[in-house]
């Protein structure tokens, strides 16, 4: 009986944190910065910044729909798709596109981390996507 409470109480507190997590991202949140890392022969890092060629903001709702309004290099691209994520792990799908990562919250701050091993076509890689709450 008290294996079955403490499997219970994880649960519930394992759910309700995902919860609580989700409505910390549940929000519009305006794009700081993108650092890649790239794992070639000598590893590679480049960072953009937020600058009147690189707008952007990211819009979770509730619902699971996520909005974007994009301006890189003078293109602006807007549109919808879905997003869920369960625990630290975020996935969004907009069109035909599916991006895994994982993010952190943290001071008003969100932090979208996508990673790929390396392939025979392509070097890995990790991107670090920062935004601040709007």
Known sequence: MKKRLKILLVSIFSVTYGQINNLNLINDWIFESMTTITR?????????YNDENNLETLSF???????YNVMNEGIEKIGTGV???EGVYLTIIVDLDTTYGTYQIED???SIIVSEEESEEFYGYSTILKYIIK
């Open 40 to 48: 070639a022969e000598r590893e590679e890092i480049t960072i953009l």
């Open 61 to 67: 709702e509730e619902s699971g729909k996520i909005k």
């Open 83 to 85: 997003w869920y994520s």
């Open 108 to 110: 008003g701050f969100l």
